[in-house]
């Protein structure tokens, strides 16, 4: 798995303008509502800036969160501390991580699964949840689809401009390895002109029964729903939220 949004960390936030991480949580806040009501610790693997952590600790959960790329928690830290709000974050990769507790719920959320770039990378991580779930406790994670990777983003380039930056993003789809791969050039001001940064980028489409496969002797599938909408998963879903119970 590699170290991606190193150097766009501090523009992130403003990349992700169109996520509706409001809805996201009242969904979220829902399923384990449902599913785990007694639910109190959490854990978000690829935390990133730390947005649904955040939110999730304004709830009244014990948060905790964790990535791979330093300068993201970097900001998550800052952002927590001017919320207000207490949460550990861990800098490691969620393939091996190891925090030493155990939770009601772990989350990865905003495609984050999509950054593990084979099963036996799927399979560690998943091994890795099972150990720190508490017996039923719910493992939820989203996973951009084949239709999204393939289809709506792969081949194409995009680009877009912001007062104080711009980026571009370079797509190429490879379908016999299901793989996604793209370049991010970032133009940021630095006083009189602007600074070019670049991110090489991978993510790898998962189809439902791969992930079946891999998750059947661990854990109870408990929904799989669209994951903008989180209504019915439909043949053009560009994204999949699954909704697993720990068997323990």
Known sequence: MNNPYSKFANVYDIMQYDVDYDFWHEQI??????????????????CGTGTMAISLSKSGFITEGLDLSEDMLAIASSKASLEKQKIKFYNQNMIDFETRKQYDV??????????LNDEEQFLSTVNQVKKHLLPGGLFIFDLSTNYKLSQVIGNSTFAETFEHSAYIWENEYDEESNQLNFLLTLFVEDGSTYKRLEEYHQQRAYRVEEVKKIIEADFDLLELVDGDSFEALEEFSQRMCFVLKHIG
């Open 29 to 46: 806040l829902k399923l384990i509502a449902v599913s785990r009501p007694e639910s109190k610790r959490v854990l978000e693997l690829a």
């Open 106 to 115: 772990i989350l990865c959320l905003c495609d984050g699964m999509n950054y």
